[in-house]
């Protein structure tokens, strides 16, 4: 995940998931993207890109299936 995008000269940080780390990645207009297990979203392991958040939660776009987009 992470030298790809840097060939591209994209700048990548590994963060935790939590909630601080989200809202100020957010807060920068990038970007979060998350290697997921199966659950909410699928029944097996993919990634979702997290572009957003609002009271009701963190919006996503899960790029395998765009009726699942935008879930919260």
Known sequence: MEDVP???GMQVTSLSA???NLTAVLDNSDVFICSVGPGDFMTAGHYIVIYGY????????YPNCMS?????
């Open 6 to 8: 840097k060939l591209y």
């Open 18 to 20: 939590a909630e601080e």
């Open 54 to 61: 609002a009271n009701e939660g963190f919006p996503v776009n």
């Open 68 to 72: 699942r987009s935008g879930r919260k």
